[in-house]
C-alpha cells in the first residue's frame, strides 16, 4: 500500500468516519463513500464525498483498494463475500500490533489498540479503539471487538461481537456468532450462538413461552 492508492469506503457511518479517519492518519487518499441509504448520496464526509449505491463499485474504475466502515458482523461477511475487491489492512499509527501477530484482510486496528505477539486476526475483524488481544489469541473473521479485552490465549470464532468493557479470561473459548455483552467477564467456554451477560457471564436465557398445543 503506497500514497498513489485510491481506496473506497464501504458505508459511511460512525464506524466509516473511524475508518477515513485512520486512512488520513496514514496518508492514503479516500476517494469516495459508497452507502445503500440513498438520503446520505451527495453528502461529504471530512470532504469526502458519499458518491452513492455499493453496488456501484461493481463498474467504478475510480480505486485500487477498498474497506468496510460497517460495524454489524454480518453485514460486512455479506459485502465481503459479494465484491471482487481488493482489501486493504488498516492499522492506525496510535495502536500497538507486534511484528510476529497475523493479520487478515480487510481487518482494522483502530487507535489505541494493542495486540500482543503470536496473535492470529482473522479477516474483516474490527479491533476497536482501546481493545486487546493478548499473546497467542485466535480471532475469527468478521469478529468485533469494542473496547474490551481478550487474555492470554483465548479464542473467539467468526463473528463474535464483544461489547464495551466485556474480558474473556485466560484460554477460554467463544463459539462462533457468540455475543459477550458489555462489561462481561467471561471465565468459561461459550457456545457458537450464545449471547453472555454479567460477571461471570451466564447465557441470557429465552423469553419467549412454548406454543400451546
Not at 476517494?31 to 446520505?40: A, L, M, N, S, T
Not at 471482487?84 to 484482510?105: A, N, Q, R
Not at 455475543?179 to 451466564?202: C, H, W, Y
Request: charged content about 15%; aromatic content about 6%.
Amino acid at each position: 500500500m503506497n500514497s498513489s492508492s485510491r481506496i473506497v469506503i464501504i458505508g459511511s457511518g460512525g464506524h466509516a468516519c473511524v475508518v477515513a479517519s485512520i486512512l488520513m492518519a496514514t496518508g492514503q487518499k479516500v476517494v469516495g463513500f459508497y452507502d445503500d441509504d440513498e438520503q446520505k448520496w451527495g453528502s461529504h464526509i471530512f470532504g469526502i464525498p458519499v458518491v452513492g449505491p455499493i453496488q456501484q463499485l461493481m463498474s467504478s474504475k475510480n480505486f485500487s483498494h477498498g474497506i468496510i466502515g460497517i460495524g454489524q458482523n454480518e453485514i460486512r461477511k455479506n459485502i465481503a463475500e459479494k465484491l471482487d475487491i481488493d482489501w486493504i489492512t488498516l492499522i492506525h499509527p496510535f495502536s500497538w500490533v507486534h511484528p510476529e501477530v497475523t493479520l487478515g484482510v480487510g481487518t482494522i486496528i483502530c487507535a489505541g489498540a494493542i495486540v500482543q505477539p503470536g496473535a492470529k486476526i482473522g479477516s474483516h475483524v474490527i479491533v476497536n479503539t482501546k481493545a486487546s488481544v493478548d499473546h497467542h489469541c485466535q480471532v475469527g473473521d468478521y469478529a468485533h471487538i469494542a473496547t474490551s479485552h481478550l487474555a492470554g490465549g483465548a479464542s473467539i470464532g467468526e463473528g463474535v461481537f464483544m461489547a464495551l468493557s466485556s474480558t474473556v479470561l485466560p484460554g477460554v473459548n467463544v463459539g462462533s456468532w457468540a455475543t459477550i455483552g458489555a462489561g462481561a467477564v467471561v471465565n468459561k467456554d461459550v457456545l457458537s450462538g450464545a449471547t453472555v451477560v454479567g460477571s461471570p457471564a451466564r447465557k441470557v436465557k429465552s423469553k419467549l413461552k412454548p406454543a400451546s398445543l
